[in-house]
């Protein structure tokens, strides 16, 4: 096991059948966040012609490619390769987590078998990913989250995630699930310049649920909460959340439109406190 909490050793394992050579650069920069890649994997059938766009992008990111042919019509053998791996290097390799690029849910129990053995599970995906594998990670990132507005309109068409919006005198015990919904529609990128969506966001019940657990879990007697204790438990809540969803760059930036605590600073760390 690695020393250093501060730079854990990462697995990144990639589904070529449902990842995009277009932001292979993106999400290699948001894993070098989380620690360093010492394995970069990526599977798939090679022989197929629409795999060749990566080959550029294998060599320029150094990353191994796995070959597995398709044995049978309508059975995914890149998944089962892809976990038996990702079972093996979680026995031997002295590794500190596992990055699943994956859009499927078929991943969901080796997320959780890493969890199990006290290792991290970090998921990145589309933001139509099955629910149950977005859960069964540490952390799920999205991969539109990464990439700009532009290539997000240009690459991505795909089912995007509906925050439920709840009013506030409904009743909170049906918010408290904190369960996103999906639905089919067109990528909409919100105007982070313009706060087109402050509005909205101070309304959403969702976020002011999650915001408001996370801060009673985290506060002192005199109620106030570091804002980075607060983020990390919202994520132990909601492995998917992330502030980019709702187009911020900063956790710190998303807090000032929900209106329903105070902030202080003390240094260079923001701390929050619920409005009576």
Known sequence: MNDDKNNPRLA?????????????????????NLGTANIKRIYGDWTEPNLGSWKETLLKHSIQPIQQFRNTVRKNATDSAMIIDAMDLLHNAPLDGFCIVSSDSDFTRLAARVRESGKLAYGFGEK?????FRMACDRFIYIENLISKESLAQNFN???????????????????????TIKAAKIQTPDIANNTEAKTISKDAYLKVLFRSAINASSGDDGWASLGVVGSNITKKAPDFDSRTYGYAKLSELTKTLNIFETKKIGNHLFLRLLS
Do not use: F, G, H, Y
């Open 12 to 32: 990144v394992l990639i589904d070529a059948d449902n990842a995009r050579a277009s932001i292979v650069t993106e999400l290699l920069a948001e894993i070098a």
């Open 128 to 132: 139509k990913t099955p629910e149950p």
């Open 158 to 180: 795909a089912p995007i995630l509906d925050r439920p919006t709840i009013s506030d005198s409904a009743n909170q015990s049906t918010a408290t699930q904190l369960k996103p």
